[in-house]
């Protein structure tokens, strides 16, 4: 089961930290990842990190700006978002895949080899 929080509304420019906390499974045997979906639109990848957290990858529109964090002791995944943007304003959803240890980004980074989804958190920023 994963568990979003930490959405809001702030003004751009501003920031917020989303959690995901994560129960029933080993936490570390999963690679984590962020998505967002936006009214219309369709969900769309923005960050993940690998369940050791050694390695970590981010959509472009997000490069520079948001942080994605993971402490497998407390089963909890985090994604600091700085500088935001209008366009930034979407549900976030955290997602699940057991790590295969593939190379290279292309299967952490689309959103089919996650298993498992939290319920998402609204995120508004204000222009």
């Known amino acids: 089961q994963l568990q979003a929080s930490g959405g809001g509304l702030v003004q751009a420019g501003g920031s917020l930290r989303l959690a995901c906390a994560a129960s029933?499974?080993?936490?570390?045997?999963?690679?984590m990842g962020w998505f967002r979906q936006a009214p219309g639109k369709e969900r769309e990848f923005v960050a993940a990190i690998r369940s050791s957290g050694s390695s970590t990858y981010y959509a472009d529109s997000v490069k520079g700006r948001f942080t994605i964090s993971r402490d497998n002791a407390k089963n909890t995944v985090w994604l600091l978002m700085n500088s935001l943007k209008p366009e930034d304003t979407a549900v976030y959803y955290c997602a699940a895949q057991t790590d295969r240890y593939y190379s290279g980004s292309n299967f952490y980074t689309v959103r089919w080899p996650y298993d498992y989804w939290g319920q998402g958190t609204q995120v508004t920023v204000s222009s």
């Open positions: 029933g499974r080993t936490f570390s045997n999963y690679a």
